[in-house]
C-alpha cells in the first residue's frame, strides 16, 4: 500500500515548513542567509524489476542549503557596523576557536578588541600604538593613546612682495661725507676738465659718471647744485641726492635706504670735493663699526720718536675720547703676528672689551668696535695709523636699523603657527624688506617675537636672506631658507626648520598671502574611527591628524554550503567547504567584495516568496494526507469484502 509514499511526503513537506519559518523568522536577522529545504525522490532498490514497472517509494530531504546571496545594505549610525558588499566572511575568534559570519555589527570592549554581540573577537592585520604593523591574523585591538606631536620642519610661505613699495623709513642710507670745506669765498674751488668728473657707483650697480661743469666756485651752495645738476643728468638721477652742512662739508647720499645701500666714489674731483675716494660706504642694520688698512702684509711700524722702540695710534671709539695704544716698532711678516700684537696692546688700555682687531680674507688689518648701533663709531689717528694706511675719516654704524618691535623698519610681515618637539605651539614670523637694489628683499625670520637668528646677538651683525626676482615678478633665489631656533620648553633645543617661498612672487599688488603651510602637529585626542574600504580602520585625532589602528580581513570559500551554522550568525569551517586562505586578505582583492562602514547587511529572506512557499508546502503536506486517506479507504473497502 502507497502508505509510506504519503509519510514521506508529510515528512519533508513539514521539513520544508520548518526552514520556510526559520527564515521567516530571521527576516529581520542581520547578515542571516535563507535556507531551503532540497527533496530527492526514493526507490526501493531491485535488480529484478524492470524500469518501466517500477514505482517510488516516496520523498526525503537530500539537504537544507542556505543560499549565500548578497543582502541589502543599509545605513546605520555606527562606524563600526561594517557591510561586506560582494563575496567574504568576517573572521571571528573566541580564544582561538575561529567562526565565521556575515554580521557585522560591532563594537569595541572595555579592553580596546573590536567584538560583536556575543564577545567574539574580530580579527585582522594588528598595529601597535604608533600606527606600526605588528602581526597579521590577530584579535584587533584599538589603541585610545594620544597621536604623538611632530616638531615642525617646513614651512610654506606663498606670498606676494609689492614691487611698488620703497626701503622702509627707517632704516638709513648710505652716505659718504667729505673730509673738510672744499670751497670758501676766499679760496674758491676751481673744476677744470682735468678735475671735474665723479664715477658713482650707487647699491652696488654699475657706476656712472658725473661731470661738473667747469668754473669757480666760491661756496659750497652753489656747488652742491652744480653737482646735483650733473648727477640728474645721469641715470642716477632720483637715486643720489647732494647737501653739505651748516659748515659747508659736502655729503653724497642713496635715496634707498637699507642693508644693501652703498656708495663707492672714485675720479679726478674726489680729491677737490673732499669726498673720500675708493671706500665703500654702506647703509647698514645696526651692524658696529669697522675701519679697514689698505696694505697687506709685511707690515713695518715705524718707531716715533725716530730713535726709540715703540709706536703709537689714538683711537677714539663709540665716541669717546682718543685712547693711546702702544705697539713695538717692527717689522710685521704676516698679518697674524700683527693682529695678535695689536689687540695685546689693545686690552691694556681702557679701550680693553671695545675694540676687536682682525684681519680679512685679504689680510689687511681691520678694527671694529664691539658695540652695534645708531651710535657706534670709530675714528683712528696718529703714526701707525699712517703706517698701516688706515683712512683718516670717522666710520660710523648708521641708526635706524631693522627692528621687530619696529614696524618702520620692514616692509611686508605675516605669521604662522609652527610645533616644537614637544608639541607646543609657537608663533614663526618673517619680515620682508624692500632693499636698495631693485626686486631684491632681506628677509628676516622670527620664533615668538624673539630675537632673529639673522642678527648677531654679539656683534649686531646682519645677515638676512637675500631673495631675489626676475623682471617678470618671478622668484629667482633662494627658494628656501634654512633657520633655527632656540626653544626653552624641555623639548630639542634647536627647532630647525626650512622656510619654503616656492610660487611667492613681486608683482605691482598690494602684499597679500596666498597660503600659509607647515608639516607639524601638536599631540591630538582620539576623535573618531573611519574605516576604509580596504578594511582598514584608521584613529582620527584632534590634532588633525589619523593614525593605522587595525584592518579588517576576509575569508572567503569555494563552496560556502560546506559551513556547518553554530547558531549567532555563526559558521565553523568544514573540509566540505574547501581550503581556507589563512588569516584572510584585504576587502578588495581578488574575489572578495568591500567594506562599508556605518552599514549593514540586512537578510537575504525574501518574504513575500517565503509566504508563497509557506502555502506551497501547506498545500503539498494536505496532499500528502489525502493520499493517505486514500489508501486507509482502500484498505477499508479490502477489509469489507466478505
Known amino acids: 500500500m502507497a502508505f509510506q509514499q504519503g509519510l514521506s511526503g508529510l515528512s519533508i513537506a513539514s521539513k520544508a515548513l520548518d526552514a520556510i519559518s526559520n527564515n521567516v523568522s530571521n527576516s529581520g536577522t542581520v547578515g542571516y542567509k535563507q535556507a531551503g529545504a532540497q527533496f530527492a525522490d526514493v526507490f ?20 537544507v542549503a542556505q543560499q549565500f546571496t548578497q543582502g541589502n545594505i543599509s545605513t546605520s549610525s555606527s ?37 560583536n554581540s ?33 616638531a615642525t620642519t617646513e614651512a610654506g610661505y606663498n606670498v606676494n612682495l609689492d614691487s611698488r613699495s620703497t626701503s622702509p623709513a627707517a632704516l638709513t642710507v648710505a652716505t659718504l661725507y667729505g673730509t673738510g ?133 689714538s683711537i677714539a671709539v663709540d665716541g669717546g675720547a682718543a685712547i693711546p695704544v702702544t705697539i713695538n716698532a717692527a717689522t710685521y711678516p704676516d698679518s697674524a703676528s700683527l693682529v695678535a700684537a695689536l689687540q695685546t696692546a689693545v686690552n691694556a688700555t681702557a679701550l680693553n672689551g671695545k675694540v676687536v682687531v682682525g684681519a680679512d680674507a685679504d689680510g689687511r688689518i681691520t678694527f671694529s668696535s664691539t658695540l652695534a648701533g645708531g651710535q657706534s663709531s670709530m675714528a683712528v689717528t696718529g703714526g701707525v695709523a699712517t703706517d698701516l694706511s688706515m683712512p683718516t675719516f670717522t666710520a660710523t654704524a648708521n641708526s635706524g636699523g631693522f627692528s ?24 614663526q614670523s618673517l619680515y620682508f624688506v624692500k632693499t636698495a637694489q631693485a626686486n631684491k628683499w632681506d628677509v628676516y625670520t622670527s620664533l615668538d617675537g624673539g630675537f632673529p637668528p639673522e642678527i648677531d646677538p654679539i656683534t649686531g651683525l646682519h645677515s638676512p636672506t637675500t631673495v631675489s626676482f626676475d623682471s617678470n615678478g618671478g622668484l629667482l633665489t633662494p627658494k628656501t631658507i634654512a633657520t633655527t631656533y632656540t626653544v626653552t620648553t624641555g623639548a630639542t633645543r634647536d627647532l630647525t626648520i626650512t622656510v619654503d617661498l616656492n610660487n611667492s612672487t613681486q608683482f605691482g599688488n598690494s602684499f597679500g ?8 602637529y601638536k599631540p591630538g585626542t582620539l576623535s573618531g574611527l573611519t574605516v576604509e ?4 580602520i584608521l ?54 567584495g568591500v567594506l562599508q562602514s556605518a552599514a549593514i547587511e540586512e537578510s537575504n529572506v525574501d518574504l513575500t516568496s517565503e509566504l508563497v512557499n509557506m502555502i506551497t508546502q501547506q498545500r503539498a503536506y494536505q496532499a500528502n494526507a489525502q493520499s493517505i486517506k486514500t489508501q486507509d479507504q482502500i484498505l477499508q473497502t479490502l477489509v469489507n469484502l466478505r
Open 44 to 63: 526501493a532498490a531491485s535488480l529484478s524489476a524492470g524500469n518501466s514497472t517500477q514505482v517510488g517509494i516516496g520523498a526525503s530531504v537530500a539537504t
Open 79 to 115: 562606524t563600526l557596523d561594517l557591510a561586506v558588499n560582494g563575496q567574504g566572511f568576517f573572521r571571528m575568534s573566541d580564544n582561538g576557536a575561529i567562526t565565521y559570519t556575515r554580521n557585522g555589527q560591532f563594537h569595541v570592549d572595555k579592553n580596546g578588541y573590536v567584538v
Open 118 to 150: 556575543s564577545g567574539l573577537r574580530l580579527t585582522g592585520n594588528t598595529y601597535d600604538a604608533k600606527g606600526l604593523p605588528n602581526g597579521v591574523g590577530g584579535d584587533i585591538r584599538l589603541s585610545y593613546g594620544d597621536a604623538d606631536p611632530k
Open 181 to 313: 670745506v672744499p670751497a670758501t669765498v676766499g679760496t674758491p674751488l676751481v673744476l677744470t676738465a682735468a678735475n671735474n668728473q665723479l664715477t658713482i657707483a650707487v647699491d652696488g650697480e654699475a657706476s656712472a659718471t658725473v661731470t661738473i661743469p667747469a668754473g669757480s666756485y666760491a661756496d659750497s651752495s652753489s656747488l652742491v647744485a652744480a653737482l646735483q645738476t650733473a648727477i640728474d643728468q645721469t641715470s642716477l638721477k632720483g637715486r643720489v641726492v647732494a647737501s653739505s652742512d651748516s659748515n659747508g662739508v659736502l655729503s653724497l647720499a642713496s635715496e634707498r635706504g637699507g642693508r644693501l645701500s652703498s656708495l663707492l666714489v672714485s675720479g679726478s674731483a674726489a680729491t677737490g670735493l673732499k669726498i673720500p675716494a675708493g671706500t665703500t660706504v654702506n647703509g647698514s642694520n645696526a651692524v658696529v663699526a669697522t675701519l679697514s688698512s689698505a696694505s697687506v702684509a709685511p707690515f713695518t711700524i715705524a718707531p716715533v720718536p725716530a730713535a726709540g722702540t715703540t709706536s703709537t695710534l
Open 404 to 427: 621687530i618691535t619696529d614696524p618702520t623698519s620692514y616692509t611686508s610681515t605675516t605669521s604662522q603657527t609652527v610645533y616644537d618637539s614637544l608639541g607646543n605651539p609657537h608663533t
Open 513 to 520: 598671502v596666498s597660503s600659509l603651510s607647515q608639516d607639524g
Open 533 to 536: 574600504a580596504d578594511g582598514t
Open 539 to 592: 584613529g582620527n585625532f584632534s590634532n588633525g591628524q589619523s593614525r593605522t589602528m587595525g584592518q579588517v580581513l576576509l575569508t572567503n570559500f569555494r563552496n560556502p554550503n560546506g559551513l556547518v551554522s553554530v547558531g549567532a550568525n555563526q559558521w565553523q569551517w568544514t573540509p566540505e567547504a574547501g581550503a581556507v586562505d589563512g588569516a584572510g586578505a584585504p576587502p578588495g582583492t581578488g574575489t572578495l
